[in-house]
Structure formats: structure tokens, C-alpha cells
């Protein structure tokens, strides 16, 4: 009642506005009659004097809690959540006194203000009421927590008299299909919201993204007005700046005459512009591309080995493994080259005097190769493998020297397959598994 009292005392209406108030620790029957009482107080000022009056109640809620409890006390029947059966015909004998008579010059406004249990639309107090009147403008607390006054909720508020007050000679003739259009996508941008917080924005299609824009922009430019007054035309150019964000074949509630003569497309946002790589990026990348295709030429050639019946072939492994050396080696090489001395480049940037240190000297492919086959036949020696070869070498002894009818002491050798022995020894060793597992599939 204060908040009524400074906002009337402020707009200078204090001396034209009557208070009928009823406090909480009145009783309840006072608070059942207070509102017929101003009602009797408003349709003399209308009927009588010929004034145009507002008729602004407070809470509706109230009314209807304490109409339960008299009902209660006088053991009555309840009906849904304990109200009585007759709630719905007694809001009714107090909203269907506002209007116009005939032959009267004044009128009287009802704006009934209830508050929802629990925020809950369905409730019997906001139900009955909304059944009743002619609207309702529903206020939402996630609209007011973003800053949008007023925070009118646009998807469950209802006018029944629109279609009698807009159109052609009263508004505009595309207002009712201009409106149908934003309520759509505005109805299709909340329920991408809702989608949105379960599986992310990012995952979110074009449309989607589209429609979930358009919600944020009618909610920050539309429905939030402030304290500015806005005329129609201003409120139906802004509407169609809004949908300028979709082609016109995506505004099917309009009609195309009114489309060809106010729509008009946003254009299109400017691609950002693509940033350079820089050069050890892009040869670490190619390193790693050739890295990758030689490993899946690798685990291809030993699949084909496991299920053919032919005999390996020596040279097409050293060429295969050839190819994984130089892969593993490029992206160690490819980076140190590209970005050789960090200190250096930094040095160069800020202009300093800073001592920078030398940069690691690059493995040539043959230097690479020939220490791996030493660092192999160290291996060899220290850890000999178990089986025998078909080349009748004891695998845990050391390898036959060259020219005894096995290459398994030569370099190509020790790279031709995992094993560190020749091909033919590597695929008598494999023989016994691929038919024990093949009987085994059997």
C-alpha cells in the first residue's frame, strides 16, 4: 500500500485516487467486503458523475485466502486445495462489474493484481481468474533478474480484445501477422534455450543458434522498454528489424504483400579474418601428417603378413620401416629447425642483449639410421630372443654371421620386422600362433 501511495503522491494523482485498505490482522469478513466496497464507490463516479475510473485490487490472493477460511469455519464443503466450489462464481460477481452502461458517459477499468502460489499458473486463484477476464499480463522473476522492465512474460500472458483494437484503421494492417510471426520464433528461440542447457550451446545447429539470438534480442529490445514511451509504429519497425535476421521465406504468418513491403534482410556479418600459422607450426604438422601415414602403412603391411599364405618379402619391410624412421624422426627435426633458438628469436623481438644458446645440431637420416642399427645389435647381444628361426639359428644365442644361409646378422635384418631377426624367422614364429588361432575360430 506505501509503494500505491508514493507512486500516486508522485505523479500527482494522490488527489484524485480513494484508498480502501484492509490490514492483515482485520478480519477476514472485512477483507471480503473491502473490494465491493470501492467497486460501489467507483460506479457512482462513473455512472453518476461521468468519470472514467481505474479500479486497481490488491491482492486477489488475499481475497481468495481468506474466502477458504470463512468457508472453512462455517464447515462447508471444500473443492480443489480446499477453496469452495463457489470461488470461481464469486470472483466472477466482482469482475463482471467493470465495463460501460448505455447511455452513460463514464466507465470503469478493473485491473486485478493476484499473486501465484508458488508460481504455479495452474493454481485454482490465477485459473479461475484467468478464465474470467478479458487478459492477463504475466510477470516472470528470470525477466526481472535480467534487468527487462517491464518484465512482461510474452508466451502465457493472453488479450482476448486484441483482434478487436489493431488492424487496418486502428494500428496498421500487418500488425496481427507481424505479431504472430515474432510470438512464433520468440516460442521457438525459448525452446532451443531450454535444449541448450542440456546439451550445450556448441552444439547447437545454425537454426538453432539463430532462433536462440533472436529470443536474447527480443527479450533486451522488445519486450524492455524502461521508462521511454514508445508509439506503435515504433514498436511494429522494431518488429520487423528484429526478423530482418531471417530470409523471408522463413516468415510464413505474414503475408507476402506485407513482406515485400517492410521486410527488410540484415546482411550478413564479415568473416573474421584467418590467422597466419606460424612456420614451426606448420612443420610440426606436416611432420605429424607424415608420421601418421607411415604408422597406418606400418600396421597394414603386418595385418597383410598375419593373413597371407606367401612368404614375407624382405625389401617391401626395409622400405616400410625406412618410411617409420624418417616419420618419427621429422617432427623432432622439423621443430628444432623451425623454431632453432627461442632465446634467439626473443632476443631479436624485444631488441635485448640477451646471450642466446646454440641450437641442437640436426641428426642427418643416414647418422639416424646407423645408430639405430648399433643401438639394435647392442640389443641383440645383451637381450637374445628365445625362439628358433627357421633358418636353424638358436634365437637365444647370438646371430649367424653373414653368408650361412640367414640374414639375420646384416642391419636390414634387425629393421625387417619387431622381432630383430630375418623375415623368414619372423614368419615361422608367427605360423604356429595364426593356426592355433584359426583353429580356434573353427
Known sequence: SQLFLQRCAASGAAERTILYLNETADPPIERLMAPRVALAAAE?????????????????????????????????????????????????????????????????????????????????????????????????RELDRKGVFPPIDVLPSLARLMNLGIGEGRTRADHRGLADQLYAFYARGR???????????????????????FADRFEREMIHQGSAARTFEETLALGWTLLGDFPASALTRIKPKFIAEHHRATPPAPPAPEQEAEPGELMAGAASAVSERALAAVEAAKVATEEADEEVVPEKLDAVEEMHEEAVEAPRRGVEVAGANPLRQRAAKTGGDHEAAPA???????????????????????????????????????PPAAGRGCCAASARCSRASSSRSCARCWRAARSSTTRCSRRRRR
Not at 193 to 213: H, P, S, T, W, Y
Request: glycine share 10%; hydrophobic share 40%.
Open 360 to 398: 641442437p645440431p640436426v641428426e642427418s637420416p643416414e647418422a639416424a639410421r646407423a645408430g639405430r642399427a648399433a643401438r639394435e645389435g647392442a640389443s641383440w647381444s645383451e637381450n637374445p630372443p628365445r625362439a628358433r628361426g627357421s633358418c636353424g639359428s638358436a634365437r637365444g644365442s647370438a
Open 44 to 140: 457512482h463516479l462513473a455512472f453518476d458523475a461521468g468519470l472514467h475510473v481505474l479500479l486497481v485490487m490488491a491482492d486477489v490472493t488475499h481475497y481468495a485466502e481468506a474466502l477458504r477460511e470463512i468457508s472453512t469455519a462455517r464447515e462447508e464443503i471444500p473443492g480443489r486445495r480446499g477453496y469452495p466450489g463457489y470461488m470461481y462464481t464469486d470472483l466472477a460477481s466482482i469482475f463482471e462489474r467493470a465495463g460501460r452502461i448505455a447511455g452513460k458517459a463514464g466507465s470503469v477499468t478493473q485491473l486485478p493484481i493476484l499473486t501465484m502460489p508458488d508460481d504455479d499458473l495452474t493454481h485454482p486463484i490465477p485459473d479461475l481468474t484467468g478464465y474470467i477476464t478479458e487478459g492477463q499480463l504475466v510477470l516472470s
Open 191 to 213: 525452446d532451443v534455450r531450454r535444449m541448450a542447457a542440456i546439451v550445450g550451446e556448441a552444439n547447437l545447429g545454425d537454426q538453432e543458434k539463430r532462433f536462440l539470438a
